[in-house]
């Protein structure tokens, strides 16, 4: 017959200085490790979730990002009536030429950071970013000066909010407009009149990349080959998908980095618990000693110490995880959002958000903690002879 | 005090368990902080190992991606306080295609980068050769190790900005062991440019030794007044500004390293009170006879506090030895990381293993003073009522 969970949770408050103190402890090993967690699959997130699968992006050959490729005017007039390009409704391919700046902005809290701005014409880059919005405000208009921000650099920099005059580059800029796209990647840009960026930064070259949409039913394959093989121009194609897919990898080092740090604190908790529980089982001998002499056996003792550590672990969890998750709102409303990207030319602009899974990855961590933790001890008691235990006590 | 060190001692050894689990704990707990600490503090020591406050950058106002005409650079050289400018564009040369830029490069103006760059002691024959043969490039430590090249070697690099690919020759190392750079000459970029057709007469940064250190603020006045109202405007700061403003979008994410460092801190406080609470409790019985005997409370408290202090710190060497192998091992492993930037180099600084030693002495004396302290001062006679 095993014992009741009663007798585990009153013997949890039994101690109340003790238990406290080790579910503090594993409720910071949870806010530390969710915490960390949760920023890097925001910065996963924000990369991988940008881009559509069904778009292609062209570059120049050897080109890693579109920030350092340079195409033509005539590399856009060749490609654009290739098969395989879908049409709009009035029958124009839906390709969206894109010029890529990343000139100086200056943070409101004086710092300086290079932002991406895209210069694009309006018509066709809302139609080939289906994902992108316009939330508040409107379109730019061409040739007057005016930019659309993304809501990640609307609150961030200095100048860049709705109505407000943005500088940057060589001119001033009028703020008509917000754009979203549900956390990706472009809520980081800026976007403008592609003719006016090129001006602006004095650039040879008037584009930098081609985003295409591709025709229902095309080969994504076939289509960026054929592009790939045009001799007239060095370009390169790729899925939109698998571009920003390649940007998040860099991301991973930084896993690999929180994944030790959680390691590392999940087996100094196992040990905090450990002592708890050995200390319980030893205050509690006599106990134990009954327990077995009225006729409950080895295992249902396990059992009754391991769910204690096991619910000492889950309360950690609770405390922990609601302390992360409101701790990540605090941050990200102090700071309005992380910046990432050292030396890739280009600040992401990334909402630290403490999801579900980062919260059960947290939870496991946890749970193991109170299960290796707990083993040890829970053997002991589970050992102890019956006569011994009662004399002792 | 220093007669009843055995006994601490012994006490610790009491319960062998219990203080080998709390000092693991504690042990680990330092090495995440000092590892954490280690993100910031690579950041720090990059800035402070280029803090030659006599050189200047001069670049567009408007970005570090917006060029200027090579012009800039002569005149320049020509302002009053100016000791020697050289220029440096970014080439963009990946190596690995696959990888992308794995290491940052740039074309340089070999004649006159020794004179600018005179505090990185280039070994006078490495530049003599970056001068002499155009193909050649001077390569920063950490990329001859990560790729294993050694002087003599050939590389190809094909640039992510312009339609070229180049073979240089590697003539010598630049600055030290941490050093991920490339230098290679501007004129092989620009004449393997002119065969392809394009004509490049613009440059990135132009980087400048000043005379004196006192005249530095004049001379970037200077240079910045002679450049308003041109076609590129430009803005000069002091090589450290320069890169202290290159990394402030990290600012965020080191706020949230230093949060989390806070919070593993704290948790060794828990840790280290919960085992300093257990053990006094285990001896309230034997710390009433002890007073009873004679002893004065406060060499009692003395000596339990001890114990969880000499816990705490035998502890935290541990941890610092620890952490000082783990970061070498990491730092050696891991390569330029080009989201962490400098923050990824992994140098655990004598300051932040003394810091770390500090903090574990100091969380030890913490967790153990309160226990102590109401052990120590209970009365004899009701404790002794309640044992017995």
């Known amino acids: ?393 | 005090m220093i007669k009843f060190l055995p006994l601490v001692w012994k006490n610790l050894g009491r319960n062998k368990t219990r203080s080998v689990l709390t000092g693991a704990a504690i042990a680990l707990a330092i090495v995440l902080v000092c590892m954490l600490r280690t993100l910031p503090a690579g950041l720090d020591y990059f800035l402070d190992q280029i803090a030659k406050n006599n050189r200047i950058s001069v670049h567009n106002k408007a970005g570090i991606v917006y060029s200027m005409p090579y012009s800039y650079l002569q005149k320049v050289r020509t302002v009053p306080g100016v000791v020697e400018a050289t220029s440096w564009t970014w080439f963009g040369g990946a190596f690995e295609e696959e990888k992308g830029v794995t290491f940052p490069n740039f074309a340089v103006n070999p004649e006159t980068i020794g004179i600018v760059y005179e505090d990185l002691e280039i070994e006078p024959q490495a530049l003599a050769d970056f001068q002499r043969y155009r193909d050649a490039a001077l390569v920063g430590g950490q990329t001859l190790k990560q790729y294993g090249w050694k002087v003599g070697d050939l590389v190809t690099l094909r640039s992510t900005v312009f339609p070229i690919e180049l073979t240089v020759r590697i003539v010598g190392t630049l600055g030290n062991e941490r050093d991920p750079r490339l230098w290679l000459q501007r004129e092989y970029m620009t004449q393997a440019l002119e065969a392809v057709g394009v004509q490049f007469d613009q440059i990135g940064t132009v980087w400048a030794r000043v005379d004196d250190p006192a005249r530095v603020n004049e001379v970037m006045r200077r240079i910045d007044e002679m450049f308003r109202n041109s076609e590129a405007e430009t803005a000069s700061e002091t090589e450290r500004s320069f890169f202290a403003n290159f990394f402030t979008n990290l600012e965020g994410f080191v706020t949230i390293i230093l949060i989390v460092t806070g919070l593993v801190a704290l948790c060794i406080v828990f840790i280290a009170a919960n085992t300093a609470s257990m053990s006094v409790r285990e001896r309230v019985g034997e710390i009433a006879v002890l007073k009873a005997l004679g002893f004065r409370w406060r060499l009692l408290f003395a000596l339990l506090v001890v114990e969880a202090a000499l816990l705490s710190t035998v502890a935290g060497a541990a941890g610092v030895l620890l952490t000082a192998g783990l970061s070498k091992a990491i730092s050696s492993a891991a390569g330029w990381n080009p989201q962490l930037g400098p923050l990824g180099a992994f140098i655990a600084t004598g300051a932040i293993l003394v810091q770390g030693l500090f903090l574990a002495l100091f969380i030890g004396i913490l967790s153990g003073v309160v226990p102590a302290w109401g052990a120590s001062r209970r009365s004899v006679a009701a404790t002794l009522r309640e044992v017995f």
Do not use: C
């Open chain 1, 1 to 393: 017959m095993p014992l009741p969970l009663s007798y585990s949770v009153r013997s949890l408050f039994a101690r109340r200085l003790r238990t406290g103190l080790t579910v503090s402890v594993i409720a910071l090993v949870v806010v530390a490790t969710t915490l960390f967690l949760g920023l890097i699959t925001s910065l996963r997130r924000t990369l991988v979730s940008t881009g559509d699968e069904r778009n292609l992006i062209v570059m120049r050959k050897g080109s890693s990002n579109d920030g350092s490729s340079q195409l033509s005017l005539q590399a856009l007039q060749d490609i654009r009536f290739f098969d395989g390009v879908a049409r709009d409704a009035a029958d124009d391919p839906m390709i969206s030429p894109e010029l890529i700046v990343q000139p100086f902005f200056w943070r409101k809290d004086g710092g300086r950071e290079n932002v991406l701005v895209r210069g694009v014409e309006p018509a066709p880059a809302l139609a080939v970013h289906e994902d992108v919005k316009i939330v508040e405000g409107r379109m730019f208009r061409p040739s007057s000066g005016e930019a659309v921000v993304g809501t990640g650099v609307a609150g961030r920099y200095r100048g860049a909010q709705l109505g407000e005059e943005l500088e940057f580059g060589r001119g001033r800029w009028q703020v008509v407009g917000v754009l979203a796209s549900g956390g990706s990647s472009f809520e980081s840009e800026v976007w403008v009149d592609a003719r006016e960026l090129g001006n602006d930064a004095k650039r040879t070259l008037p584009y930098s990349s081609f985003r295409l949409r591709m025709a229902g039913g095309t080969d994504a394959d076939a289509l960026a080959r054929r592009i790939g093989a045009d001799p007239r121009h060095a370009l390169e194609a790729q899925p939109e998908t698998d571009y920003y897919a390649e940007q998040a990898e860099s991301a991973n080092t930084l896993y690999v980095l929180v994944v030790g740090l959680a390691l590392l604190a999940g087996v100094g908790a196992v040990f905090g618990a450990t002592n708890t529980l050995y200390a319980a089982v030893q205050a509690r001998t006599a106990e134990i000693g009954t327990l077995r002499a009225i006729g409950f056996s080895r295992g249902s003792i396990l059992l009754s110490f391991l769910a204690e550590s096991l619910l000492t672990a889950g309360l950690g969890f609770l405390l922990g995880g609601s302390l992360a998750w409101l701790l990540g709102v605090a941050v990200s409303a102090a700071l309005g959002g992380v910046g990432f990207g050292a030396a890739t030319f280009t600040t992401s602009v990334v909402q630290l958000r403490v999801g579900p899974s980062d919260l059960l990855a947290a939870l496991l961590l946890a749970l193991v903690i109170g299960l290796v933790g707990g083993l040890a001890p829970a053997r002991r008691a589970a050992g102890l002879r019956p006569v011994e235990a009662l004399r002792k006590g």
